[in-house]
């Protein structure tokens, strides 16, 4: 299901949700109203204590959930920052091999092809639906370390780049090791059950001012209900570092290695 139909089916219900409830609580029996009098709708004015504990209540959620939204947006920045490093050390790694002989070069740029193919259209999706990483990702990144490692150089030039080579293989493995520790989601389900209570009080004591059934009352209970909404399902959306569709958060590897990443 994509995440933009999500977005509104929430979004949706979330509105119909207060909406309803607010016009069935005012609803009056039928035969309730003198027949010729006008209709008079009791609305006793709100206690001022209590205007201040939905006021209080409001601006903690929303000091919560901020804080939930940084730290989602967090974790995101800090997956793509570790996909970039993988990305761009590999790519490092080609470039500095320049120096050395032909066969080597074009051996050691097929490992690498070799791994971000399996990185792209294997372990991605895998990474996003599983939280974890492939076995034989590990084993082709091995492969490219071993080859780098055993290639005794064999001149100045092969030996100034030998070591900076395998700093960058040293520091795409790093970055994928950092990459599968911030595959899981990042918030823990206590948190999302504070979450989802305080949205359900915080839209509960919309019921407690005495909403009526005219069309502005209406129309911003609705909005404010779909703004938390809304404010949620970015958390769920930002919740998952790499995306929970597609391997858009990839692009680090196709823009670098635009050969070996085409997908299937």
């Not at 070591?163 to 989601?185: C, S």
């Not at 206590?190 to 949205?199: E, N, R, T």
Request: overall charge negative; hydrophobic content about 50%; glycine content about 6%.
């Amino acid at each position: 299901m994509s995440e933009w139909l999500v977005l509104a089916i929430v979004m949706a219900a979330a509105c119909a949700v207060v909406l309803v409830v607010t016009l069935l609580s005012q609803r009056r029996p039928r035969g309730a109203e003198p027949a010729n009098e006008p209709e008079v709708r009791d609305s006793p004015e709100t206690p001022d204590v209590l205007e201040y504990m939905v006021m209080m209540v409001g601006v903690v959620y929303a000091i919560v959930l901020g804080l939930a939204i940084a730290g989602v947006w967090e974790a995101r920045g800090a997956a793509q920052d570790a996909v970039r490093t993988e990305a761009q050390a590999l790519h490092e790694v080609t470039q500095r091999a320049q120096v050395y002989p032909a066969d080597f070069r074009d051996q050691l740029r097929k490992d690498i092809d070799a791994y971000v193919s399996e990185v792209v259209d294997d372990e991605w999706p895998r990474m996003v639906n599983h939280e974890e990483l492939s076995p034989r990702g590990t084993q082709l990144l091995a492969v490219v370390r071993t080859g780098v490692a055993e290639r005794e150089p064999k001149n100045e030039l092969e030996a100034q780049a030998y070591q900076p080579m395998l700093d960058q293989v040293a520091a795409a493995e790093d970055a994928r090791n950092a990459r599968a520790a911030g595959a899981g989601e990042t918030l823990p389900g206590i948190v999302w059950f504070g979450l989802i209570s305080g949205a359900a009080i915080t839209i509960g004591l919309i019921f407690t001012m005495q909403i009526g059934r005219t069309f502005r009352e209406l129309l911003l209970a609705g909005l404010f209900s779909a703004l938390i909404a809304f404010l949620l399902f970015l958390v769920w959306d930002f919740d998952a570092p790499f995306g929970r569709s597609g391997t858009e958060s990839a692009d680090a590897f196709r823009q670098l290695f635009p050969g070996a990443a085409e997908s299937d």
